[in-house]
């Protein structure tokens, strides 16, 4: 059975000071650039307090709360992927000596050290748990993440107020978080109730001295989680999910839709799975050295899909069709799940608010052969 314990919100902020003096940098949400977005904090005083997200597709706004919570928004333009694969990732330096070449892995390096994730929601630790499959899970790992993932110390925050976009239920993330944190926090007006889920998790609380949740106070926080659950944004229809979208690869859909998308790559930026990425050569003008730089990359971009002879995706819809499919298709085939958790972002960042619950729900109307392009 999972240790449930009381923390007063008053000493809050000691679990943050435990966190810095253990090491960690640590990086949570607060307020930026309109938004509620992720960096490095000092301390409670730069947690959004007081202010709630209201997403819709195609938009996003910041209002004040009508109570004073840390954590009664959702999630915004930024993810923890940002931190545990970098959007610019310098993997090999060369420089020109007098006398010959040298190398060297700045990446490895220069490494941020041990990082502390505070305020991770359960469809962002599902997209972790996805993405470390992806880096570490198979036969080739990828040193620069699992270097960064290895250190990581996460501090998961149980959603209790739904966005607009958000349809975790619908992918079977959310809103609780169930696994993967170290500690999993509820918010009430004077007190978190602090689940610990791994052995660093419980040492991190050493000498708080924290009496254990009581019953009535488990009962609510489920009370509480059972009717975010219902209030959800969006819905999605997951059932046969991944071949009915192979077998509606015509599906005239695909193009309706093409005819509104930027190809923007705003959805891929967002998204807490999307791991696609390109190398480039940056040489100094001098050409004294050069640098492999890996930047995230998308595959809504037109040259994306370029092999020798062409680009093989050069319509929009090609490419939302690569996109969506990959997202909720082929990647059970690739790693065993979907490649979405349901957190609403590419709806919300989505400039003309293309929703991918509403592109399935056209598609899956149609039956098989209907129609074609």
């Not at 301390?43 to 195609?58: F, H, K, M, T």
């Not at 209790?160 to 609780?176: A, D, E, I, Q």
């Given at each position: 059975m999972i240790e449930t314990l009381e923390l007063p919100k008053a000493r809050f902020g000691d679990l943050i000071r435990r966190?810095?003096?253990?090491?960690?940098?640590?990086?949570?949400?607060?307020?930026?650039?309109?938004?509620?977005?992720?960096?490095?904090?000092?301390?409670?005083?730069?947690?959004?307090?007081?202010?709630?997200?209201?997403?819709?597709?195609?938009?996003?706004?910041?209002?004040?709360?009508?109570?004073?919570?840390?954590?009664?928004?959702?999630?915004?333009?930024?993810?923890?992927?940002?931190?545990?694969?970098?959007?610019?990732?310098?993997?090999?330096?060369?420089?020109?000596?007098?006398?010959?070449?040298?190398?060297?892995?700045?990446?490895?390096q220069t490494a941020p050290g041990p990082m502390a994730f505070l305020g991770v929601r359960a469809c962002e630790l599902a997209a972790i748990d996805i993405q470390d499959a992806v880096f570490i899970g198979g036969?080739?790992?990828?040193?620069?993440?699992?270097?960064?993932?290895?250190?990581?110390?996460?501090?998961?925050?149980?959603?209790?107020?739904?966005?607009?976009?958000?349809?975790?239920?619908?992918?079977?993330?959310?809103?609780?978080?169930?696994?993967?944190?170290?500690?999993?926090?509820?918010?009430?007006?004077?007190?978190?109730?602090?689940?610990?889920?791994?052995?660093?998790?419980?040492?991190?609380?050493?000498?708080?001295?924290?009496?254990?949740?009581?019953?009535?106070?488990?009962?609510?926080?489920?009370?509480?989680l059972a009717a975010a659950a219902r209030r959800m944004g969006r819905q999605l229809d997951t059932s046969d999910l991944p071949q009915l979208l192979l077998d509606r690869l015509e599906h005239p859909r695909w193009k309706e839709v093409a005819e509104r998308c930027l190809s923007c790559t705003n959805c891929t930026m967002v998204c807490p799975t999307c791991f696609c990425s390109d190398v480039e050569e940056v040489d100094d003008l001098r050409l004294e050295s050069s640098e492999r730089v890996r930047v995230w990359d998308s595959c809504f971009s037109q040259a994306f899909s370029y092999v020798h002879g062409g680009t093989k995706r050069p319509n929009i819809h090609d490419r939302y069709r690569q996109w969506l499919t990959h997202k909720l298709a082929t990647w059970h085939q690739q790693f065993g799940t979907s490649g979405c958790v349901g957190c609403g972002r590419c709806i919300t960042w989505c400039p003309p608010g293309i929703d991918i619950t509403e592109e399935v729900a056209a598609i899956r109307g149609t039956p098989v052969g209907e129609t074609t392009l």
């Open positions: 966190l810095k003096d253990r090491g960690y940098t640590v990086i949570g949400p607060t307020l930026g650039d309109g938004a509620i977005i992720y960096d490095e904090i000092g301390g409670v005083e730069d947690l959004p307090r007081g202010w709630i997200d209201e997403q819709d597709a195609g938009r996003y706004h910041l209002a004040r709360s009508d109570r004073d919570y840390f954590f009664d928004f959702v999630v915004g333009p930024h993810s923890w992927k940002r931190y545990l694969f970098p959007p610019r990732l310098t993997l090999l330096r060369v420089t020109r000596t007098e006398s010959d070449l040298r190398c060297e892995q700045p990446a490895l036969p080739f790992v990828e040193q620069h993440y699992k270097l960064r993932r290895d250190q990581a110390f996460l501090v998961a925050v149980n959603c209790l107020r739904p966005g607009g976009t958000c349809f975790c239920v619908s992918m079977k993330t959310g809103p609780r978080a169930e696994k993967g944190f170290d500690l999993a926090l509820t918010e009430f007006d004077d007190v978190f109730m602090v689940e610990v889920g791994t052995p660093a998790g419980r040492a991190m609380l050493d000498g708080f001295d924290l009496a254990a949740a009581s019953t009535a106070r488990r009962d609510e926080a489920e009370t509480l």
